[in-house]
Structures are given as structure tokens and as C-alpha cells.
């Protein structure tokens, strides 16, 4: 049979070892064993079942999504997962939900913010799922601008309590995750007023549930912000909308590790800088850059899969179509893609450590790194997140008309992928900051402070003196330049990573080869897509860049006949890629013939309707024949 046979084929044509591949994509050893096990016992579970989830009604959805979150509560007590295995779970059972605002940003924001007294409260508290949080950020009219936030948190000496209020229509709390139907609590952030004094925004725990019968304690009002984009996607999710008018929460329940507000009603600063009350999204983003590896990983993985069991045109001496791999325009769309999915993997690693690194800093109180750390974080969420959204879209045309289909998996993993460009940071609006943090670095190149890290490059090109001479004209005026300059700058940092990643030490047969490739890959085809800046600022000669071109092209090539294995070394399973043209076993046709007898409209052969507008028409187009 067609597909069986190809990926076969395919598979017994690798010239390295997938497996040792596997392990330099997972990271570890360990961790590809966790990831296995993990993979396959949400992949054998029925409760986590996903086939279905474009088909229902959004109440069904939501309903089913509680149901999958309360399941992977109780497996991971009754199972004794450790942290690095719950968060392979929630990995792979693959549904955005509150869970996700609760351990990923509620806290971690108490963890970076609240004080070791304010820890001990409310940790164990969130650790057990005694309570549920979210982040409750942004507004109906202020999202990017944080310091535009208009929700009031005013210090009442006379009861020692933070009246927190929604004074405007715009200052209602929108988009927040978790919020809308679930969260008992969240930490709200709104400007700190002390004595009709604004002190700017800060981060307040709220309860706005109540623990026993989950009604919205008084003074506020919740609800859910409505469908999103696409079916199934993200309306797991109740992003919601809060209003509060005038609740009062006590004094100690404003996160406190920046600045603290005395029972008198002063406040004192501490010694960390106030950036830090921002921490919560250097983290987030931080991990958005891992992910994206997974999700263009995912497409990839269908695209290529089933691009090796497509076949059109081209007939060979055996009767054969060509299959679509085959093609030198499909590699040239494909090969790139799957060489920024092993890129963004590795930057992503960098990251991790690069946050860690901070983090160990600013406990010894060294906050030197973390304008640097805020510029990566950033830059790259912004660079990985754009690339992954196109290059699902990519993959989706590459798979053709079948791409279409739901059950390629393609149209779901765009949905729910694309709000990554937005949230945590317009990608634009985070691109901006990188660029301030370079003319910043660049203005400094003249006072004797040497550029570290990943501007060190910096101080070997002098032309960079004039360039913020430039600058200095208008940041505003040349923000659309500045832009690609900060994207400019963050390629810089994935491609550097990844050629750090070849001098380390990579067992395996042809593992590292196929990994140079890949880099190679990735690098030219940077270079191949900005040709035009790169010829016109005289970087390259013509003559280079033809040479570029060409050795891109024997690259793809050379990667051709390891394209499926190159995949394969995802690991991931059939579940998880919940795609008929990403099965691993290639097993196209049959499955999606199948798959398509499925769809409810199909549990009828005439449909509903038929009686009320079908056949009067075709009755009515019978009288108009006759006349
Ligand atoms: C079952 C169990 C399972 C267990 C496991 C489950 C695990 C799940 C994990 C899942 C992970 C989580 C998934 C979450 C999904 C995401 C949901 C989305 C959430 C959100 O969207 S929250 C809201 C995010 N909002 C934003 O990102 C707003 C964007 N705006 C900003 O960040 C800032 O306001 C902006 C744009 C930076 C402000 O610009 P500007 O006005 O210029 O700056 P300021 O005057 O405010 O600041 C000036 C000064 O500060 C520096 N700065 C800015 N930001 C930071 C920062 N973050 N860190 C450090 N420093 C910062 C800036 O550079 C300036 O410095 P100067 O030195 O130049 O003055
Ligand atoms: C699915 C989803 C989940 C979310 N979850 C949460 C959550 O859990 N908690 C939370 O608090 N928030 C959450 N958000 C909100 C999210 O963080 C914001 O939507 C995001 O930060 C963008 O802000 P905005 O909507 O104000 O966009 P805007 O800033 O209004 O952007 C609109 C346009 O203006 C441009 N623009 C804005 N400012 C500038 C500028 N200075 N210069 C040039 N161009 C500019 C942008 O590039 C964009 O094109 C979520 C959003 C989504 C979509």
C-alpha cells in the first residue's frame, strides 16, 4: 500500500542515527525517557481523547476541557508525577486551559514578586489547588501600554485595606486566561495610589470566587469575552472580564518584593529594580520560545510525512508519480522550515539557561543581566513566534487541499497557535523594546563600556557610532527600520546558538553532520531572504550571494533522503500530532476515506433541512422548467 511502503522506504534510507537524534532534541537522555513515557500514557487514556474536539459546541468543549483538567490533576496525585513530568502531561495532553495560567504565570508571579511571608501564605495554598489564579493584566483599552493601566488599587489608612476599582469602561480587566468561568483568585495589576498620590502599576492578590459555592464575591463582575478564532483552538479557554467596584482586600495582599506600603501608609522601595514587577513576562516569554519549537516541530513533521506519500505528476519508468518531496520547490519551502524548527529548539535551551542565569543573579542581587535578559527574551519571542505562525501556514499549503481538512490537524494547530503573536507581547511592540536596548548599547560604545553578551559583536563594527548618531534623529520617524534591525539582531543570536550547539560534544552516527546541515540550512536561507539588505549594504558581493544560492540548494539535497527520519527524531505520537497526514505509518488514504464518514453531517444521508429549503426549490425550479 502506498503510504506504508514510501515512509518505509524513506525511513530506511537515513544516513545517521534517529535515535541519538531523538536525545539531542529532547536535551537529555532523561528527558526523552520521561517525554516517551508521558507521551504514551496520554496517548492511552481515552479521557484525552481530542478527535473530536472541532466538531462540538463551545459549552461541550469547555465542559470536556474541565473534565481533561481535573482527570490530569488526579493522575498526576495518584501517579506521584514530579514537576518536570506534570509539565509533559499538560504537554501533551495539548489543550490550552486555566491549568496553564495557574502554573505558568499565577505562581510564578507570587514567586517573583511576593515577599518570603506572602510565599509562605498563598504557595502552598496554589501548590495544593486549594485555590486557582490567573493574571489579570491587561484591559479592554490598554494591553501593550502597562503603564496605561487604569484600574485603581487606593490605600485606605483607616481599615489598613486596598480598595481596588474599575473606575471606566476601559479599565475592565479583558483577555485574561482562566478568569472567565474558573479562577478563584487573581493577581490584578493596577496603579498603587497612596494619599491621592499615584505610584504606578503593581500587582495585587484578589480573591474573586467564593471557595464554596464559586459565585463572584461581592463587587465584582465575570464573565467569559466570547468565541475566538477557530474551532476547538482556544475557546478551551475562558479568557474572561472582570470588574471590580470597589473591593477591598487587605494591606498585605499587594505583592510586596519591590515595594511595600507600611501600615502608615508610606512607601519603601527595596533595592530591586522596579522592572521586576514586569518578571512574569521575561518568564512566560521565555518558555513561548520553547514552545514554538513544538509547534513548528508538529507541523513540520505532518508536512513532511505526508509530502513523502504525496504523489503527482511525473511518471516514472514504473508507473509511479513522483512523490512531492521529490520536488526542488516543495524542498525549498519545506527544508527550511524543518531546519527552523531544530534552530528555535536549540535557542530555546540557550534561553532557558540564559533565564536561569538571571534569576540566580538577581537572588544575589546582582541586576546587572536583566536588561539583557528582557532584550533576548523579547526579541526572540517576537522573531520565533512570527516564523512558527507563517510556517504553519506553510505547511498547511504544502499538504495541498487535504491541508484544509480538520482532521490534517494543520487548521487547529494555526488557530490556536497564532494568538502567540499577540499575547505576552504584540511582536511589534516587543521588537521595539530590542531595538531600544541596542541604540541604548550603541550609544555606549564611545564610553569605554564594553558591549557583553549578545551584543559583543558591537564593538567590532565602527560604522555603528554613526548609526546612533542617525538614531538620534528620531526613534519614532525610523521605527519601521529599527524593527528589522531588532530582528536583524535576534537571527543573529539563533543562528549563533546553534552553531554553539556543534561544538559541543554530539554522539552518533552522522547525527552532527545532518545537524550541520540543518544549520547551514537555516543560515542561508536568512541570508537568501534578506539578499537584497544584504547586497545593498555591500555585506556580500553578487557573486557571494549566487554562490549562497547554490550551495542552499545542494543542501537541500543532501538533507532529502532524511527528511522523514529527521522528523521521526520528534518523537512524537500519533495522538499528539492528531493528524491523518502526519500518521506515522503513512497510512493516508484509507484513514482520511474513514475519517471523513465521521463528521456528523454524515450521520444522515439526507440532511436536516432538506424537507424545509431543498426541496422547495428544486419543486419551484420544476414549475419554472415547465413554464
Ligand atoms: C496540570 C499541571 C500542569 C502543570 C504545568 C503547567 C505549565 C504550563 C506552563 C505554560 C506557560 C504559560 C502559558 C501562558 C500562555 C500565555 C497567555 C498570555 C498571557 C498574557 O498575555 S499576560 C499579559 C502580557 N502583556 C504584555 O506582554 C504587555 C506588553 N507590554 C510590556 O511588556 C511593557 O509594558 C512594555 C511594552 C515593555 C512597555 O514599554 P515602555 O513603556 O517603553 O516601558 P516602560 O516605561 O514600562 O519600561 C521602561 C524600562 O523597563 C524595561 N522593561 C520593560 N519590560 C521589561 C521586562 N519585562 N523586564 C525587564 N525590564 C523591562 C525597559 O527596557 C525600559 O528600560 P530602560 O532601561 O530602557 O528604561
Ligand atoms: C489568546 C490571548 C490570551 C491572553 N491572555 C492574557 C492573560 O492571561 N492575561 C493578560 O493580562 N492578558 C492576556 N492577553 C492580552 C495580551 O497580552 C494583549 O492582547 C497583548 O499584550 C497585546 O496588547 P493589545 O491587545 O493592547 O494590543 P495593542 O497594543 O492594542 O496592539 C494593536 C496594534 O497596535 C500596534 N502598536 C501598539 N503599540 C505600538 C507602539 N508603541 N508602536 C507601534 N505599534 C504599536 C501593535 O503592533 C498592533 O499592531 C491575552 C491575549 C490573547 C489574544
Sequence with gaps: MAGFDDLASERSKAQFDVEEMKVIWAGSRHTLEVSDRISRLVANDPV??????????????????LRKAAHAWKRIIELRLSEEEAAELRFYVDEPAFMDLHWGMFIPTIKGQGTEEQQQKWLPLAYKMKIIGCYAQTELGHGSNVQGLETTATFDPQTDEFIIHSPTLTSSKWWPGGLGKVSTHAVVYGRLIIDSK????????VQLRSLDDHLPLPGITIGDIGMKFGSGAYNTMDNGVLRFDHVRI?????LMRVSQVTREGKLVQSNVPWQLVYGTMVYVRQKIVSDASCALSRAVCIATRYSAVR????????????????????????????????????????LKWLYMDVNQRLQASDFSTLPEAHACTAGLKSLTTSATADGIEECRKLCGGHGYLCSSGLPELFAVYIPACTYEGDNIVLLLQVARFLIKTVSQLGSGKEPVGTTVYMGRVEQLMQCHCAVQKGFLELSADLVQAAV????????????????????????????????????????????????????????????????????????????????????????YLSSVLGRYDGNVYPKLYEEAWKDPLNDSVVPDGYQEYIQPILKQQLRNARL
Excluded at 554530539?506 to 550541520?516: C, S
Design 488 to 575: 536583524a539582531h535576534c537571527q543573529l543570536i539563533v543562528v549563533s546558538k546553534f552553531i554553539e550547539k556543534l561544538q559541543q560534544d554530539i554522539p552518533g552516527k552522522g547525527v552532527k553532520g545532518q545537524l550541520e546541515a540543518l544549520c547551514n540550512i537555516y543560515a542561508l536561507f536568512i541570508l537568501h531572504k534578506h539578499l537584497g539588505d544584504f547586497l545593498s549594504t555591500g555585506c556580500i558581493t553578487p557573486k557571494q550571494a549566487s554562490l549562497a544560492n547554490a550551495q542552499l540548494r545542494s543542501l537541500y539535497s543532501q538533507v532529502r533522503p532524511n527528511a522523514i527520519a529527521l522528523v521521526d527524531a520528534f518523537n512524537y505520537t500519533d495522538h
Design 250 to 254: 487587605p494591606r498585605d495582599q499587594m
Design 311 to 350: 504523489r503527482q505528476f511525473g511518471l516514472q519508468s514504473n508507473g509511479i508519480e513522483t512523490q512531492v518531496i521529490d520536488y526542488k520547490t516543495q524542498q525549498s519551502r519545506l527544508f527550511p522550515l524543518l531546519a527552523s524548527a531544530y534552530a528555535f529548539r536549540f535557542v530555546g535551551e540557550w
Design 48 to 65: 484525552f481523547r481530542k478527535d473530536t474536539r472541532t466538531m462540538l459546541s463551545r459549552k461541550d468543549l469547555f465542559k470536556n476541557t
Design 198 to 205: 499615584d505610584y504606578g502599576v503593581n500587582g495585587f492578590i
